[in-house]
């Protein structure tokens, strides 16, 4: 069965620290891979996609950028964080043909 | 371009029916989706419709869609108080490689 993984769960760095979060998928081949952030309350923001290894597209200039090393592996990063990074942060999946996207869990990012 | 649109938020007694409206903009969706987020957790696939269907029944989950005035809706019937959570619609577009997603409906279920 099809099952996305995203890690960690929460996280709290200060204003200048590094980032990472990593997705994968199991249980499909070349996926879609997509990374969202939500702020609280409020509507998804599309961040970045990918539709296959290497190919990164990014929706809005920001501090953030993203990699797919492996086809079932999408990693969020930062080199510094600021105060307005925080946010949920989710990863989802796409398969063609109906059955839309499937997302991960999320990482609630809170940057202090 | 793409556009989808929500009410923000919708507040119904337990034991009454939901009905969380959407409008969409994209004539050429195949699929429309309703996702259900609960607190602190990630988007949940409730429902979807194919665009050549009028309706879809899925237990106290049904949806309407109204192709020619693009407008889709959620209706659940007995809402419970574990139906609170946030409603987003989406419609797929670019062949189904990207999903617009609306802004979400936050609904609160009274006891």
């Known amino acids: 069965s099809q099952t996305i993984h995203q890690w960690p769960a929460t996280l709290v760095q200060p204003v200048g620290s590094p980032l990472s979060l990593e997705c994968t998928v199991e249980?499909?081949?070349?996926?879609?891979l997509y990374w969202y952030r939500q702020a609280a309350g409020r509507g998804l923001q599309l961040l970045f996609y990918?539709?296959?290894?290497?190919?990164i597209s990014s929706e809005v200039p920001q501090n953030l950028s993203a990699s797919r090393p492996q086809d079932r592996q999408f990693i969020l990063s930062s080199k510094k964080l600021l105060l307005s990074d925080s946010g949920f942060y989710l990863c989802?999946?796409?398969?063609?043909?109906?059955?839309?996207?499937?997302f991960g869990s999320g990482t609630r990012l809170t940057v202090v | 371009g793409e556009d989808v649109e929500q009410s923000l938020f919708l507040s119904v007694r337990e034991g009454d029916s939901s009905v969380i409206n959407c409008t969409y903009t994209?004539?050429?969706?195949?699929?429309l989706y309703w996702y259900k987020q609960e607190p602190g957790a990630g988007l949940q696939l409730l429902t979807y419709?194919?665009?050549?269907?009028d309706m879809k029944q899925d237990q106290r989950l049904t949806v309407l869609l109204n192709k020619k005035d693009k407008h889709l809706s959620l209706r659940i019937a007995d809402t419970q108080t574990g139906d609170s959570a946030i409603y987003f619609c989406?419609?797929?577009?670019?062949?189904?490689?990207?999903?617009?997603f609306g802004g979400g409906t936050r609904l609160m279920v009274k006891p």
């Open positions: 989406a419609e797929d577009a670019n062949a189904g490689n990207m999903l617009t």
């Open positions: 249980g499909t081949s070349n996926p879609n």
């Open positions: 994209d004539s050429s969706s195949t699929y």
């Open positions: 990918s539709v296959g290894i290497g190919q």
């Open positions: 419709i194919f665009s050549n269907m």
């Open positions: 989802a999946y796409g398969t063609v043909g109906g059955g839309g996207y499937t």
